[in-house]
């Protein structure tokens, strides 16, 4: 504990600033459980989708396979179809951490860039398939990212949460038991010692009357 004055000024700074570190214990208490909440939540919807990804990449897969069986070698189509820049990103807050929302354009689904005399039905599923997996390894990348940061945010959050209720509290309420005891003797010194004056005062009064 720092040497510390034993005032009443003193007191008062310390017993508000016990005062200010309980108040954001409870508040980074707070904020780290709505946090937690909101990480289990996407953790378990990261399963589902993680889940759903695999049979997905599967299904794109095995129709690549068909539509490649009878094309022949299908990534001379591959030059006719453009880069996709649909996707955006934007952020969204959750007790102060931001987390991505990713959104893409479904355009690429409606509008077909090849030739449809060199190709088939096959390729127009494979297209399809694979554009479900673009989508869902976006949502996946959205919700990872989102459960990194906050995963960060609740390491963090923790770690000020037990400064303050490790640290900072037990030293400021030992400081202010240490200057309330001080200024509770000097209060009974001074109590003490105005008695021993009256009592002197008394005497000598006492003492010039009998003269």
């Known amino acids: 504990m720092a040497q510390i004055f034993p005032t009443k000024a003193n007191l008062m700074n310390t017993k508000k600033s016990l005062e200010l570190a309980k108040l954001g ?3 980074m208490d707070r904020k780290r459980n709505i946090l937690v909440r909101e990480m289990m939540s ?6 589902r989708v ?13 129709a690549l396979k068909t539509a490649m069986l009878n094309l ?12 996709d820049d649909s996707v955006s990103v934007d952020y969204r807050s959750v007790m102060g951490v931001e987390v991505p929302i990713v959104t893409i354009g479904d355009s690429e689904t409606n509008v077909r860039n090849f030739g449809f005399l060199a190709t088939n039905s096959d390729f127009d599923e494979a297209c ?4 479900e997996v673009k989508k869902l ?66 005497r000598r009064q006492q003492s010039q009357e009998e003269l």
Not at 50 to 62: E, H, K, L, M, S
Not at 72 to 83: K, L, T, W
């Open 25 to 27: 214990y409870d508040l």
């Open 42 to 47: 996407l953790i378990d919807e990261a399963k």
């Open 50 to 62: 993680q889940i759903q990804i695999g049979d997905v990449y599967a299904d794109a897969y095995a």
């Open 72 to 83: 022949g070698d299908c990534s001379r189509f591959a030059g006719a179809i453009p880069v």
């Open 128 to 131: 399809l398939r694979f554009s």
């Open 137 to 202: 390894t976006v949502q996946l990348a959205q919700i990872e990212s989102s459960v990194y940061r906050l995963a960060d945010a609740v390491k963090k959050t923790q770690k000020r949460s037990n400064a303050l209720n490790h640290i900072m509290i037990p030293r400021l309420s030992a400081t202010v038991k240490f200057i309330t005891e001080a200024l509770d003797e000097k209060e009974r010194e001074d109590f003490s010692r105005l008695k021993v004056t009256k009592r002197t005062k008394e």
